[in-house]
C-alpha cells in the first residue's frame, strides 16, 4: 500500500499513527504542496492523505483510511469513543493553532516544501486564512501563553502516557496526537509532564517522528 502525504499535515498523521500502531509496512510518498495533478488524479481532488490500497483503488478521508485499515488487517486496536471534553479541546485549540504553525511549517526543511515554488503555493493559501506570516511568528508568545493554558487543561485529560483515555487506544489518540505532535516545531511551549510522557509514547507506538529538535 502507498500513503501520499505532507511531512506536517495533521490528517495525514491520522492515517500514518494506524499503520505504526499495528506494525504494518506502507510506501509512504511526501507529495510537494504544490503538486496538484498528483492527488487530483487518484482522488479529483487536491487533498492529501490519500491511501492507494492494495487493489490499486485510491482512498481519501483520513479516519475512513483509519478505519479501513484497522477493520481489515489484523485484530482491531481502536475504540471510537471520543470524550465530549477532548472533542471540545480539539475544537479550541484547533481554532488557533495554525497561527504559530503554518508560518514554521515552512521553514523546518520539510519534503513537501522543498522547492520555493511550494513554498510560496502554501504561503499564499496559508496567508489568507491566519494573515501575515511574519507578524504571526511576531505575536507568538500570546498565542504560546494560550497554548500553555490549553495544555494544562488537557493534562487533566490524559490518563494513561499510550492511551489518553486510559483504557484502549482509541480515536482521542488519533486526534490529538497528530496536533500535539505539530505543536513541537515551536519553542517556549510548556508541557506537562503527563502530556510529555504521552506525546514520546505516542511517538514511538505511531512511529512518527516529532519536531522538537528544530523547533522555532
Ligand atoms: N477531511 C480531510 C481533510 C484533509 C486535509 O484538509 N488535508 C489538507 C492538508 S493538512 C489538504 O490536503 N489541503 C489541500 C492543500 O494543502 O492544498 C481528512 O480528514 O483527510
Redesign the pocket.
Known amino acids: 500500500m502507498k500513503l501520499y502525504v ?1 511531512d ?5 498523521v ?2 500514518r499513527m494506524i499503520f505504526g500502531f499495528k506494525k504494518l509496512s506502507v510506501e509512504l510518498i511526501i507529495l510537494a ?1 504544490d503538486d ?1 495533478a498528483t ?1 487530483i488524479g487518484l482522488v479529483g ?5 490519500i491511501l492507494v490500497k492494495e487493489d490499486g483503488s485510491a482512498m ?6 483509519v478505519k479501513y485499515i484497522d477493520d481489515n488487517f489484523g485484530e482491531t486496536v481502536l475504540s471510537e469513543q471520543v470524550r465530549p471534553e477532548i472533542e471540545a479541546w480539539i475544537k479550541q485549540v484547533g481554532e488557533y493553532y495554525n497561527h504559530l504553525l503554518s508560518p514554521r511549517f515552512v521553514q523546518l526543511d520539510l519534503a513537501e516544501f522543498a522547492s520555493q515554488s511550494a513554498v510560496n ?2 504561503t499564499k ?1 496559508k496567508t489568507t486564512l491566519i494573515g501575515d506570516f511574519a507578524e504571526n511568528l511576531a505575536n507568538s508568545l500570546q498565542y504560546i501563553a494560550k497554548i500553555n493554558a490549553d495544555l494544562t487543561a488537557l493534562s487533566e485529560l490524559i490518563h494513561a502516557d499510550d492511551k489518553a483515555n486510559g483504557a484502549q487506544l482509541s480515536l482521542e489518540d488519533i486526534m490529538l496526537f497528530p496536533m500535539l505532535r505539530n505543536l513541537t516545531c515551536v519553542k517556549g511551549i510548556v508541557y506537562p509532564a503527563n502530556v510529555e510522557r504521552y506525546l514520546h509514547k505516542m511517538a514511538e507506538l505511531a512511529q512518527v517522528s516529532l519536531y522538537l529538535d528544530r523547533a522555532i
Open positions: 505532507y506536517h499535515c495533521p490528517y495525514c491520522r492515517a504542496n496538484e492527488p481532488k487536491k487533498v492529501v492523505p481519501p478521508e483520513s479516519l475512513d483510511i503555493y502554501f493559501k
